[in-house]
């Protein structure tokens, strides 16, 4: 069982180019998250999508697009790589019943550097 | 909104109880959860309250008191592979967003 699967593990960009994150789930979740964590800090939330076919802005959404393609998928898209996107990114889902609710299913993150 | 408030680092020996508290500013708060994270690891799920009270998983604990919106982790008989991050998060169902804490740095000596 997979759980949730990001795509790359690393990534080197320059100032201006562009890329999507890729990040797909196979546990039928309904919610799927984007979070930035930056060295010694918490985890910010970019954007969430509740349900397929909606999607929202979180903390710090500025810069980033997102896509929530089918129930299984939700992608990152940096149109404008720029030096303060550098960051660890996490993709998370969540089920929705009791304790499904606060429990989120991380992937093993993807180390983005802009230089 | 959501905001979320830990210390930034505790300190505990092998063996010991240490006690990581959580305050949250919530609307439509709807539960509380803790992870754990390793350096250069995800975080994991530890545990989630969403009525007042104790809950136990083993050597773990957390509680919750909605009335004073304040929740703590307690960690048990502590072991040297429990060195890491704590992060408590508190998801709104008005919105659907779950907001993380900036993180509790749990260091444990010999």
């Known amino acids: 069982n997979a759980g949730v699967t990001q795509t790359p593990k690393f990534q080197v960009l320059k100032t201006g180019q562009s890329m999507t994150l890729q990040c797909a789930q196979d546990?039928?979740?309904?919610?799927m998250y984007w979070y930035r964590q930056d060295p010694g800090m918490g985890l910010r939330l970019i954007y969430y999508?509740?349900?397929?076919?909606?999607?929202d802005k979180g903390e710090v959404p500025n810069g980033y697009n997102v896509s929530r393609l089918n129930k299984r998928e939700f992608s990152l898209r940096l149109e404008s790589a720029a030096p303060s996107q550098t960051s660890v990114y996490f993709c998370?889902?969540?089920?929705?019943?009791?304790?499904?609710?606060?429990?989120?299913?991380f992937g093993e993150g993807s180390r983005l550097t802009v230089l | 909104g959501q905001s979320l408030e830990q210390p930034s680092e505790v300190t505990a020996v092998e063996g010991a109880i240490v006690q990581i508290n959580c305050t949250y500013q919530?609307?439509?708060?709807?539960?509380l959860s803790w992870y754990q994270q390793h350096d250069g690891g995800a975080p994991t799920f530890l545990s989630y309250?969403?009525?007042?009270g104790l809950e136990e998983t083993g050597r773990f604990s957390s509680f919750l008191s909605r009335s004073d919106s304040y929740g703590y982790l307690l960690l048990q008989e502590l072991q040297m592979k429990d060195s890491a991050s704590y992060f408590c998060?508190?998801?709104?169902?008005?919105?659907?967003?779950?907001?993380f804490g900036q993180g509790t740095t749990l260091q444990v000596k010999p």
């Open positions: 998370a889902s969540r089920g929705r019943q009791g304790k499904g609710s606060g429990e989120l299913f």
């Open positions: 546990m039928n979740h309904n919610s």
């Open positions: 999508s509740a349900s397929e076919g909606t999607t």
């Open positions: 919530t609307s439509g708060f709807y539960g």
């Open positions: 309250n969403a009525l007042d």
């Open positions: 998060a508190t998801y709104s169902s008005n919105t659907g967003k779950l907001i």
